[in-house]
T-cell receptor
Framework: LAKTTQPISMDSYEGQEVNITCSHN???????ITWYQQFPSQGPRFIIQ???TKVTNEVASLFIPADRKSSTLSLPRVSLSDTAVYYC??????????????FGTGTLLAVQP | NAGVTQTPKFQVLKTGQSMTLQCAQD?????MSWYRQDPGMGLRLIHY???????DQGEVPNGYNVSRSTTEDFPLRLLSAAPSQTSVYFC???????????FGPGTRLTVL
């Protein structure tokens, strides 16, 4: 199982770009990397998913180096409403060995005015 | 398309009581899972299923049973509730497993 490691917490100010890095040293060939956002008392919400290089959508970018042992979620120009816990998750989209989708500790991002 | 639904939203049990947390999805997803989240902590995988009739244990399976008789439903049973099972329970589904998971709104369970 590809275990993930993230910083416990990060602080930022409104309008800044925030980069959260996740380490997944034993990621398998068929594993994809997915990031989720969770607000208090709510279920996690999908942000972005990728396999390699760079993926961008309307809310975030995901950078994955060639060795895929880490990934970085980039949130452009954060606002107070981006204060949440962010989780990265590694899983096999082919339904192979990595069926146990285990979350790491997550990163609590606190955005200040 | 309701996505993932969970019932009840809130439940209070006494120690030793049993109950079933319901989870249903209408997206025809093969993969479903149950997580628990204790206050201020991350999500821990309880059980998961890769399809009807197939279930397996996650990180913290003790005290919980699951079954998967249909693609849509994945109930979680607490056999004999204990205060240590006080938590928020989230159900999720995806297809295939590693694709984006859709989470339900959660069931907040208190065991006295």
């Amino acid at each position: 199982l590809a275990k993930t490691t993230q910083p416990i917490s990060m602080d930022s100010y409104e309008g800044q770009e925030v980069n959260i890095t996740c380490s997944h040293n034993n990621i398998a060939t068929n594993d994809y990397i997915t990031w989720y956002q969770q607000f208090p008392s709510q279920g996690p919400r999908f942000i972005i998913q990728g396999y390699k290089t760079k993926v961008t959508n309307e809310v975030a970018s995901l950078f994955i180096p060639a060795d895929r042992k880490s990934s970085t979620l980039s949130l452009p120009r954060v606002s107070l409403s981006d204060t949440a816990v962010y989780y990265c998750l590694v899983g096999d989209i082919g339904g192979g060995a990595t069926n146990k989708l285990i979350f790491g500790t997550g990163t609590l991002l606190a955005v200040q005015p | 398309n309701a996505g993932v639904t969970q019932t009840p939203k809130f439940q209070v049990l006494k120690t030793g009581q049993s109950m079933t947390l319901q989870c249903a999805q209408d997206m025809n997803h093969e993969y479903m899972s149950w997580y628990r989240q204790d206050p201020g902590m991350g999500l821990r995988l309880i059980h998961y299923s890769v399809g009807a009739g197939i279930t397996d244990q996650g990180e913290v399976p003790n005290g919980y049973n699951v079954s998967r008789s249909t693609t849509e439903d994945f109930p979680l049973r607490l056999l004999s509730a204990a205060p240590s099972q006080t938590s928020v329970y989230f159900c999720a589904s995806s297809n295939p497993p590693g694709m984006r998971q859709y989470f339900g709104p959660g069931t907040r369970l208190t065991v006295l």
